[in-house]
């Protein structure tokens, strides 16, 4: 039986039967999975349409033709092998996922397996293999680090073109006044759709750190 909110969210999403599919085998292989090793907040499994893929799903909207992305601290794969689920029907469209956890990154192994997602997992600490993703279009990060962490590992290639989107929740404006105290850089705050209280932070350049 389908989850509560799941047609609600694949028809705000347009998605194709075929990816509507491929993202019912995701949250099978998920809900599988988070019986032994617990890769989300049991509490919001039953939930996983709307505070995971809907959250996630949102972000593929805002770069509509980029097709190289970067996932760091991917866990569960929320956002990045969702992204890839969703855009495994544009053209060249891949997905790199950076996750340290070598259990959770079998997981997005096989996820991405089952799902046929273009997706590579590469398990890593993530300032040890950031500089290699010089292609990236899209760097995203989500529940990982405050913002000013995340721009010290995403530097190198936000300074070279990339764009960061960096889903936040309510401190949203505190951790961007942090970020402005060492960085100088730009951004725009996008309102999220799943939740009234979060923001996403588009991080369109960054020009360096402050003296």
């Not at 495994?88 to 950076?98: M, Y």
């Not at 890593?124 to 990060?141: K, L, M, S």
Request: with cysteine; charged share 20%.
């Amino acid at each position: 039986m389908p989850l509560p909110d799941r047609d609600a969210v694949l028809a705000a999403a347009g998605v194709s039967r075929e990816t509507a599919g491929r993202l019912d085998l995701y949250v099978a292989e998920l809900t599988r999975w988070q019986r032994i090793k617990n890769l989300v907040g049991p509490s919001t499994l039953s939930e996983v349409w709307t505070r995971h893929i809907a959250d996630s799903l949102q972000l593929l909207a805002l770069a509509p033709d980029a097709t190289r992305w970067l996932d760091l601290g991917s866990g569960a794969g929320i956002p990045g092998l969702i992204l890839a689920i969703a855009g495994r029907e544009r053209p060249g469209f891949k997905v790199d996922l950076v996750e340290s956890n070598a259990r959770k990154g079998a997981f997005l192994r096989e996820a991405a397996r089952i799902t046929g997602a273009p997706a590579a997992v590469h398990i890593a600490r993530i300032e040890t293999v950031v500089a290699r993703f010089t292609a990236a279009e899209i760097v995203c990060a989500r529940a990982l680090a405050p913002l000013p962490q995340l721009l010290a590992w995403t530097a190198p290639l936000l300074q070279k073109g990339a764009v960061g989107l960096f889903p936040k929740g309510r401190d949203t404006l505190t951790e961007l006044t942090l970020a402005r105290e060492t960085w100088r850089f730009s951004a725009d705050l996008i309102p999220s759709r799943t939740d009234s209280e979060a923001r996403i932070v588009r991080v369109s350049s960054v020009s360096g750190q402050l003296p």
